[in-house]
């Protein structure tokens, strides 16, 4: 269908929690409906949109920037870089909808239908404070960049968009293996039922560590609950009890946190298990060094400034992290790191400063693109 009336489409898509319960209820029918994915109701009216316009109509639309990384919209960015013309993508601060009450992150979209009409895009980085937007809006304090500057893993048929990134970070993933191609990076143990499983205190029939979600806390913390003893027969027995690589389950790995804004690693003991939150299993001689190299600065700007703009971060996305090449030398520096955090010699803020002087060294980024690292992850509120 096409809707040949009208040159412009302005719109605010809903995206608010009251949409999931329809969703949910009418799965099938959405699904068949929008081949982008029935997973929210912005992603549906903006996939609407694009489809009905008529060639030249300009769209555009305030709207959740999750669609920008999220691995389950990729359908939804194949359509736009494929049916569309991008000329503006601006991230709006964080409070900006914050008088009515919600929380949630934005930018603002400009398309047009047709490929003909491409040109350089506007960008704009996302502005401290609302104050700043208007000012920035006002004065159209934009960046212009060509469109394949705003695209990331087109070759995954993910066309992440990234803004504002400089050129050598980009070439720390174009350039580098990925996390998940050199080490197992998987989700382990769904219980479908949290609070009858898992204890927070070790107590009869709950006595194995149990790590879901380590937060902001780094290197070292004490797990989060205590799974039933026998979950491996109850996964047998109950439908929603999903446990996955049950072959290395139980071994020592690395448990990365989930949720929130901050990323962290932190180190899992033999016969500890975990949960949905990505755990990597580099066997016993990269542990250490690893996890030093996850909870520096530049890993954080990897995660939170480019694979993902959602709260929820899964081992899909961890498995994207780009690994810089260390020698021998550094990696020992970093391992000493990582077990003087754990032991206690070391505290957490003096480690990560040595961290990311070795890592920031290794990755061979410019100073400037140093500086926006750490710039990024003091203000990691305001600017994911």
């Not at 601060?93 to 992150?105: E, H, I, K």
């Not at 990234?162 to 050199?182: H, P, R, T, V, W």
């Not at 955090?341 to 400063?353: D, P, T, Y």
Request: charged content about 25%.
């Amino acid at each position: 269908m096409q809707c040949n009336e009208y040159d412009y489409i302005i719109a605010n898509p809903p995206y608010n929690c009251h949409e999931v319960s329809y969703i949910k209820d009418n799965k099938r029918k959405l699904s068949l409906a929008f081949p982008v994915g029935a997973y929210n109701m912005y992603s549906m009216f903006l996939s609407a949109m694009i489809s009905i316009a008529k060639e030249g109509c300009l769209i555009g639309v305030i709207i959740s920037d999750s669609f920008l990384t999220a691995t389950l919209h990729a359908k939804l960015r194949e359509q736009i870089f494929t049916e569309c013309s991008i000329h503006q993508l601006l991230l709006c601060p964080n409070n900006l909808f914050w008088s009515q009450g919600a929380d949630v992150r934005t930018c603002l979209l400009i398309l047009q239908k047709g490929r003909r009409y491409q040109g350089y895009v506007k960008i704009m980085n996302r502005p401290n404070c609302v104050e700043e937007f208007k000012e920035r809006l006002n004065n159209h304090q934009f960046k212009t960049c060509a469109l394949d500057d705003i695209r990331l893993g087109k070759e995954l048929k993910l066309n992440q968009f990234i803004i504002d990134l400089e050129s050598d970070i980009i070439n720390l993933f174009k350039y580098n293996i990925s996390l998940g191609k050199q080490y197992k990076c998987v989700t382990c143990i769904s219980t479908g039922n949290d609070e009858k499983y898992l204890s927070k205190e070790i107590k009869e029939g709950f006595n194995i560590p149990f790590y879901k979600n380590p937060a902001k806390r780094k290197f070292k913390a004490e797990p989060d609950a205590y799974i039933i003893d026998d979950y491996m027969e109850e996964s047998l027995k109950v439908k929603n009890f999903m446990i996955r690589n049950k072959g290395f389950l139980r071994d020592e790995g690395i448990a990365c946190s989930s949720m929130g804004l901050p990323f962290s690693a932190v180190y899992k003991p033999r016969n500890a298990v975990s949960g949905v939150n990505a755990t990597i299993f580099p066997g016993k001689e990269n542990i250490y060094w690893l996890i030093s190299y996850l909870n520096s600065s530049l890993v954080t700007y990897f995660v939170r400034g480019v694979i993902i703009r959602s709260n929820m971060v899964t081992s899909g996305y961890v498995s994207r992290i780009p690994m810089i090449e260390f020698s021998e030398n550094e990696k020992h520096k970093l391992e000493e790191v990582a077990k003087n955090v754990i032991s206690g010699i070391l505290l957490e803020e003096r480690a990560i400063q040595i961290i990311d002087i070795i890592v920031f060294n290794s990755s061979g980024i410019s100073e400037q693109s140093k500086s926006k690292v750490k710039d990024f992850v003091r203000n990691l509120g305001k600017v994911v």
